[in-house]
Structure formats: structure tokens, C-alpha cells
């Protein structure tokens, strides 16, 4: 059985909405996910997780498996942050900007990620030391796409750009006009296309009346088209089918979240879960979702939630009691 078709058509088949032109109108069916059980999972092995966590009062890389976690990376100090990590196209890097908390951000190239005799390993590069900026994406050879402030305008609002190593230049491939900020960027699996998501300066992604959307670059034609326009939405992961995993949060007292597939080619998308959640994360065969969310809820702390989302059934997977985790993404 195609595990990945049988999970993905069974859901389509019960819920599609109506996209008119480039603009995707959100509607959300209930989710029976909403009454799944929690459990311990004993039947059989998750794909490996990469995730954000602390390790002697520093932040840290870890991945996790059927043997436990493993960790691959540490801060110098307390007082530096891991933020806006992304697992490359081909599952063997991690990027992600270290934040020394005075905005000088560090750009960091992790792998290839591989395990040897039962030891994951991991080399650490750094590839650029950046004022401001995030969300690094790596294409799998030497060329890096990331936000960052446009440092000739007076405003420094955030732009995408490709960064290449050798020669260290920066090319622009998005213009905001001074207007807006160009921010969480991701990559299609074949290379060719990034997503990111608009939000105009003066308006806040999570308030009323905000008018943000979602614009995909051709990398290679110069291209563009709008989607989720006028929706705040989550960009949240393109995932290996083609298709792009986003979140709306739903701002009900639970913290309920609905993540969705969207299919640029049909422009067409579905609900594949609900529930208390931030940070969703497909697995490749679309089998699983991960998320965090507060245990208990509205609790002080973070774990990391496996969703089958064939079963309906729920893992933690992290158990902190202490701590709060963030999710990088999976580690094919």
C-alpha cells in the first residue's frame, strides 16, 4: 500500500475549498483528531526529529530516534539563542542563525547529518556573520536564500535574498518596496521556487484588518504569484509531494490551530489536523504530524507531539518537564 497517496486522498475526498483566481478562501471542517488519545508510542519507530532544546542552561540541537536523543550542536553561552533553523531539501543539513542577544546573528551550516555505529554526527560550519536577518534556507550546494534587513533603507525592512559563498554575494529577488517585510521563506523540493510570506510594516501578522499574503518566486523565470491573500496564515513547511503545509489559528481559548495542505498547481487545499498545536511538521510520507504545545495545557513548558495521523493516535515525545523544546523538523 502507497502509504503517503492512501492518507493523502482519503483526506481530500472529505474536504476541498474554493480558490478563486491566486486568493484561497480558508474553511475548516471539525477534526476528529480533536478527541484522539495520548499515548506512548510501543508499535513502532518515528523517522528521527531534529528539535531545539536546553543542555546545561544553553541551547542546544538534538536528534531524537528510536535509541533516545542524541545532541549535535551547542551554544558557546547562556546568553545565545538557536533561532529559525530549517532542515535542507535533502534532509542532510541544518541552518539556522545563532543570536548573540545583541541582533548579531551568525549563520550555521550542520551536517551532513549522518550515524555511524550508533553515533549521529554532524560538522559545524559558519557561513556568514549577519547585522539582523533569519530564516536561512540552504539549496544542497553552496548557495544559501535568507531574509534580511535591506541595509541601504533607512527602515531596514526584510527582504529574500540569495547569498553565494563563493564570491560572497548577495542578490536580491525580492522588492518590498519599502513597504512591507519579507519574512519565513521555504523551499520547493525540487529547488526551483521559494514561498515566503508578505506582511505590511504597518500592520501586525496576528491583528485585525492586517493584509498580509503569501508570494512564490520561479527562481528560475523571475516569476511570481499570490496566494493566502488577506488570510493570516503560518507558512509552515513545503513538503516532498509538492504541496505546502500552512497553519490559521483558530483564537479560541484551547489555542486551537488547523494546519492545511495547499497544492500550488491546483491551487486547491485541505485540513489534515486541529488541535492545541504550534509548529507543525510533515513527515515525509505524510504519515505523521509533529507540533508542540504546553503539557499541561497552559502550562509553562513545551513538548513535542507525534500525530498518526492515519490512527489518530497522539505521542509526546519529549516529556520535559522542565523545558520547553522547539521543533527544527524531520531528518529523513
Not at 536577518?133 to 544542497?140: E, H, Q, S, T, V
Not at 518590498?176 to 519579507?182: E, L
Not at 504541496?243 to 483564537?251: D, G, K, P, Q
Request: with cysteine; net charge negative; proline share 5%.
Amino acid at each position: 500500500m502507497n502509504l503517503n497517496m492512501n492518507i493523502l486522498d482519503r483526506i481530500r475526498k472529505s474536504f476541498f475549498s474554493t480558490v478563486r483566481g491566486l486568493v484561497i478562501t480558508l474553511v475548516f471542517w471539525q477534526s476528529s483528531s480533536l478527541c484522539s488519545d495520548t499515548k506512548t508510542r510501543e508499535d513502532g519507530v518515528f523517522p528521527v526529529m531534529a528539535y531545539i532544546g536546553n543542555e546545561d542552561g544553553r541551547d542546544a540541537i538534538f536528534l531524537h530516534d528510536a535509541e533516545g536523543r542524541t545532541t549535535i550542536f551547542n551554544c558557546s553561552t547562556p546568553n545565545e539563542l538557536i533561532l529559525t533553523p530549517q532542515v535542507a531539501r535533502n534532509g542532510e543539513y541544518i541552518t539556522f542563525v545563532v543570536d548573540n542577544g545583541q541582533n548579531v546573528r551568525v549563520l550555521h551550516l550542520l551536517g551532513p547529518i549522518t550515524k555511524k555505529s550508533g553515533h549521529w554526527k554532524a560538522s559545524n560550519s559558519i557561513v556568514l556573520t549577519i547585522k539582523g536577518g533569519a530564516w536561512p534556507l540552504y539549496d544542497g550546494s553552496q548557495d544559501f536564500y535568507l531574509a534580511k534587513p535591506d541595509q541601504s533603507s533607512p527602515r531596514s525592512n526584510m527582504g529574500i535574498y540569495l547569498y553565494q559563498v563563493e564570491g560572497e554575494v548577495f542578490t536580491r529577488l525580492s522588492d518590498n518596496m519599502g513597504a512591507s517585510n519579507h519574512i519565513w521563506p521555504l523551499l520547493s523540493p525540487e529547488g526551483d521556487r521559494i514561498v515566503f510570506r508578505e506582511v505590511p510594516i504597518e500592520s501586525d501578522e496576528m491583528s485585525v484588518g492586517s493584509a498580509p499574503r503569501s508570494v512564490i518566486i520561479n527562481l528560475d523565470s523571475g516569476n511570481t504569484e499570490t496566494l493566502f491573500e488577506n488570510q493570516s496564515v503560518f507558512l509552515e513547511q513545503w513538503i516532498p509531494s509538492g504541496e505546502i503545509l500552512y497553519s490559521v489559528a483558530m483564537h479560541d481559548p484551547k489555542g486551537t490551530r488547523a494546519y492545511g495542505l495547499y497544492d500550488p498547481v491546483t491551487r486547491s487545499a485541505v485540513e489534515i489536523f486541529r488541535g492545541n498545536s504550534r509548529q507543525g511538521r510533515l513527515s515525509a510520507d505524510s504519515h505523521y504530524l509533529a507540533f508542540i504545545r504546553s503539557e499541561p495545557i497552559n502550562g509553562a513548558y513545551f513538548d513535542i507531539f507525534i500525530m498518526d495521523l492515519e490512527s489518530q493516535t497522539e505521542t509526546n515525545l519529549t516529556h520535559s518537564s522542565k523545558q520547553s523544546e522547539s521543533i527544527i523538523g524531520w531528518i529523513e
